[in-house]
């Protein structure tokens, strides 16, 4: 008898079609990715706002707080380390689980999203983490969560040591430029957010395309630009 064959396909709103199980880097769009997180939810979805937030706002809060951190500026694959940090969230389905539950998905999710990371670090062409950079990541990634818990879910700060073992000191200012028409912390709606989150991909990685140009050819692009 034969064994019928695997499927774990996933079509995003381009059309194209990633392979879950073995996972192409050019299967997505920039705008995919977008979307994907953008549609994304941390804490389980729950918020004490009328929306929950995306993994795409967290994604620029976290970016923006390392920036804000950093001892000197990030350079544009630094910052696009940052920013994609939780990409494979958005192609693995959508599903950004609570910490304290990640111990217990087992193997067979762990092998997943390695092979996502992989294909997310060769598109993206992203430098692998040093001990001192990811410690700094870590740090900024704990501290938005920190300020998401009290800002965003509604914990209050006594809660936050006692029962969720945050002991980090939550933002009072939002990290992020705020929407017209809403208030600090408020989770954007999934256009916004993902709007945002891929304009900000874009912007670095024309940033980075500029930095490893040769001087005399960005100015030849320049003059044609003109013309």
């Known amino acids: 008898m034969t064994k019928p064959s695997q499927r774990a ?25 977008a979307t994907g997180l953008s549609r994304t939810y941390r804490w389980g979805g729950h918020s004490c706002w009328d929306l929950p937030l995306s ?16 001892p000197s500026p990030l350079s544009p694959g630094e910052a696009l380390r940052e920013l994609l940090h939780d990409g494979t969230e958005a192609l693995i389905g959508g ?15 762990l092998q997943i999203n390695r092979r996502l990371q992989a294909a997310v670090n060769q598109r993206y062409d992203l430098p692998p983490w040093t001990v001192a950079s990811h410690q700094f990541h870590k740090h900024a990634d704990r501290l ?55 304009e900000t991909l874009r912007d670095l990685l024309r940033a980075r395309r500029e930095m490893s140009q040769p001087a005399d050819d960005l100015e030849y692009d320049q003059s044609e630009a003109a013309e």
């Open 95 to 109: 599903f950004d689980p609570i910490t304290p539950l990640k111990p217990h998905l087992g193997e067979g999710y």
């Open 55 to 70: 993994v795409a706002q967290h994604s620029l809060s976290v970016l923006a707080i390392r920036q804000m951190l950093a």
């Open 144 to 198: 938005a969560a920190a300020s998401e818990a009290l800002h965003v879910v509604g914990w209050r700060r006594a809660a936050l040591r006692r029962t969720l073992g945050i002991m980090l000191e939550p933002l009072d200012q939002d990290p992020l430029t705020i929407p017209a028409g809403m208030s600090p912390w408020e989770p954007w709606p999934a256009h916004q957010a993902a709007e945002r989150f891929e």
């Open 9 to 33: 396909w996933i079509m995003f709103r381009s059309g194209n079609r990633l392979n879950l199980l073995d996972p192409a880097p050019n299967a997505w769009t920039d705008a995919d990715l």
